[in-house]
C-alpha cells in the first residue's frame, strides 16, 4: 500500500485541560492513521500533552478527527446529515449504519453540552427557528456555523470542554 506522507496537527487555539482547566505542556506525539472518503488512508501526528494540574496524559483532537471513529469526521458529516445525497465514502454498509445510530443517539446530548458552553463562555448563538421541521445539520449550526465541517466543530467543542461521555479519556483515545 502507498504511504501517504504524515503530517503534524496542531489546534490553532490553546485549550485548557479537559480534567482540572489548567495548561498542558506538549511532552511527544504519536501516530494516528485516518481514513478519507475514498478509502485512503493518511497517517496524522497528534501531540501527547500533559496537564499541569493533575499530569493526567491526553492527545490533542483536531477538527478533522471524530474520537473512536476511524474516517475523518467529513465523511461522517456527509452520511449522517440528513438529506445528504449520494454517499461517497469507501466504508462497508455496517459502519454507516453505525456512524447513522451513532448520531441519532448523540444529537441530544451534542446539543445540550453545545448550549452549556455557549452559556458558560457567553457566546452569541442564532434563533433557534420556528420551523419544526429544522434537521439535526442545522440545528447544530445556530452553535457552529452550518458550513461544511460543522460536525467535526461541534464534536471537537465537546471533547476539548470535557463534556464527552465515555469512559475513556475524553480528549482522544487509542481506539482505532
Ligand atoms: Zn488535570
Given at each position: 500500500?502507498?504511504?501517504?506522507?504524515?503530517?503534524?496537527?496542531?489546534?490553532?487555539?490553546?485549550?485548557?485541560?479537559?480534567?482540572?482547566?489548567?495548561?498542558?505542556?506538549?511532552?511527544?506525539?504519536?501516530?494516528?492513521?485516518?481514513?478519507?472518503?475514498?478509502?485512503?488512508?493518511?497517517?496524522?501526528?497528534i501531540r501527547?500533552?500533559?496537564?499541569?494540574?493533575?499530569?493526567?496524559?491526553?492527545?490533542?483532537?483536531?477538527?478533522?478527527?471524530?474520537?473512536?471513529?476511524?474516517?475523518?469526521?467529513?465523511?461522517?458529516?456527509?452520511?449522517?446529515?440528513?438529506?445528504?445525497?449520494e454517499i461517497?465514502?469507501?466504508?462497508?454498509?455496517?459502519?454507516?449504519?453505525?456512524?447513522?445510530?451513532?448520531?441519532?443517539?448523540?444529537?441530544?446530548?451534542?446539543?445540550?453540552?453545545?448550549?452549556?458552553?455557549?452559556?458558560?463562555?457567553?457566546?452569541?448563538?442564532?434563533?433557534?427557528?420556528?420551523?419544526?421541521?429544522?434537521?439535526?445539520?442545522?440545528?447544530?449550526?445556530?452553535?457552529?456555523?452550518?458550513?461544511?465541517?460543522?460536525?467535526?466543530?461541534?464534536?471537537?467543542?465537546?471533547?476539548?470542554?470535557?463534556?464527552?461521555?465515555?469512559?475513556?479519556?475524553?480528549?482522544?483515545?487509542?481506539?482505532?
Amino acid at each position: 500500500m502507498r504511504r501517504a506522507p504524515a503530517f503534524s496537527v496542531r489546534c490553532a487555539e490553546v485549550v485548557p485541560s479537559p480534567c482540572c482547566g489548567e495548561s498542558l505542556s506538549v511532552i511527544g506525539s504519536r501516530r494516528r492513521k485516518l481514513f478519507e472518503a475514498t478509502g485512503e488512508q493518511k497517517l496524522l501526528v497528534i501531540r501527547r500533552m500533559r496537564c499541569l494540574g493533575c499530569r493526567k496524559i491526553h492527545h490533542e483532537l483536531p477538527d478533522c478527527i471524530v474520537p473512536y471513529k476511524r474516517y475523518e469526521s467529513a465523511c461522517v458529516e456527509s452520511v449522517v446529515a440528513p438529506g445528504a445525497g449520494e454517499i461517497a465514502v469507501a466504508a462497508d454498509h455496517s459502519t454507516l449504519c453505525r456512524w447513522r445510530s451513532w448520531f441519532r443517539l448523540q444529537t441530544t446530548h451534542l446539543l445540550g453540552c453545545l448550549a452549556s458552553i455557549a452559556i458558560r463562555f457567553g457566546l452569541d448563538v442564532a434563533e433557534e427557528s420556528s420551523v419544526p421541521s429544522q434537521t439535526a445539520h442545522h440545528r447544530f449550526g445556530r452553535f457552529v456555523g452550518d458550513a461544511d465541517g460543522w460536525l467535526g466543530r461541534a464534536v471537537r467543542s465537546v471533547a476539548n470542554s470535557n463534556f464527552w461521555v465515555h469512559t475513556r479519556s475524553a480528549f482522544l483515545s487509542e481506539a482505532l
